[in-house]
């Protein structure tokens, strides 16, 4: 079968996605595994499933490069956000979209008729271990040390709407990712495995951050990760709550602003990159 597709990308975090208002896609999890693929298919992070909902302006399904369902994906909802405006699905600037975990509200900035950069509220984060989850005994698990291959790392573990550990670094940029990433994600502390950030603070506003995202390796950019730093951020003391904090990835920058009420939100651009055609067998 023929799918038309859409390559997008937000901040380097790049997906495939496929509108299915006009298209059924039977297998989500052998598609996402098959386009995935950088040297036999199209080449992402992950397949993206635009879809009618019952609760929402839109639904969006997304799937790791290894097949499996995530929840949330902060860059791939800012890119739902500029497919479905500039497609005239839904044409406002304020929009809502479905998710596993749960619905966020999309705020749209346009410019000529075409989307500019996207604001997700990302809701609150959860930082009760067994909601995160974590099997971790206290009330929440902020800078505890944790042994990884030998090595003790100090973690602090907070979701939005999937699970991450947090770890500040002196140095992020030569970090050997490719081996210490698997031996995070499969940590029998997280037991649906993990996103890990490794961060280091440059000041009280800014970030840099790389990710090991499970399921799909390293990646240029995670919005739920960066959410995620931001919020560890201000539990550690690092940064102050309130204030917009530019975190500086691989791929570009997010704004993330951890608000006083105790919602985040993200802020940053999302790319078109070609449309095409697809045979699956």
């Given at each position: 079968?023929?799918?038309?597709?859409?390559?997008?990308?937000?901040?380097?975090?790049?997906?495939?996605?496929?509108?299915?208002?006009?298209?059924?896609?039977?297998?989500?999890?052998?598609?996402?595994?098959?386009?995935?693929?950088?040297?036999?298919?199209?080449?992402?992070?992950?397949?993206?499933?635009?879809?009618?909902?019952?609760?929402?302006?839109?639904?969006?399904?997304?799937?790791?490069?290894?097949?499996?369902?995530?929840?949330?994906?902060?860059?791939?909802?800012?890119?739902?956000?500029?497919?479905?405006?500039?497609?005239?699905?839904?044409?406002?600037?304020?929009?809502?979209?479905?998710?596993?975990?749960?619905?966020?509200?999309?705020?749209?900035?346009?410019?000529?008729?075409?989307?500019?950069?996207?604001?997700?509220?990302?809701?609150?984060?959860?930082?009760?271990?067994?909601e995160i989850p974590a099997a971790w005994n206290g009330e929440r698990l902020i800078d505890q040390p944790v042994m990884v291959k030998d090595t003790c790392y100090r973690i602090t573990a907070v979701s939005m709407g999937n699970p991450h550990s947090v770890v500040f670094c002196d140095e992020v940029a030569a970090l050997p990712l490719s081996e210490i990433g698997p031996a995070f994600e499969t940590l029998p502390l997280f037991p649906e495995r993990v996103n890990t950030e490794f961060v280091r603070v440059i000041d009280s506003q800014t970030l840099e951050m790389r990710v090991w995202e499970r399921g799909s390796g390293e990646t240029l950019a995670c919005g739920t990760g960066a959410c995620a730093s931001v919020v560890a951020a201000a539990l550690n003391g690092f940064c102050r709550q309130s204030e917009e904090i530019t975190v500086k990835l691989l791929g570009g920058e997010l704004k993330i602003t951890y608000t006083e009420s105790g919602s985040v939100l993200m802020r940053g651009t999302a790319t078109h990159v070609f449309d095409g055609v697809v045979h699956l067998i």
């Open positions: 079968m023929e799918l038309q597709f859409s390559k997008m990308h937000g901040a380097g975090n790049d997906y495939i996605y496929i509108d299915c208002f006009a298209q059924e896609v039977p297998n989500p999890e052998e598609a996402a595994r098959f386009l995935s693929d950088r040297h036999f298919g199209v080449g992402s992070d992950g397949l993206v499933l635009i879809l009618p909902s019952e609760t929402a302006d839109v639904r969006m399904r997304m799937f790791n490069a290894d097949g499996s369902e995530g929840k949330m994906c902060g860059n791939a909802s800012r890119c739902v956000g500029k497919y479905v405006y500039e497609k005239g699905i839904v044409r406002k600037p304020e929009l809502t979209l479905e998710t596993l975990s749960g619905i966020k509200k999309l705020f749209l900035e346009t410019e000529g008729g075409e989307i500019k950069s996207v604001t997700v509220d990302m809701g609150r984060p959860v930082l009760t271990p067994a």
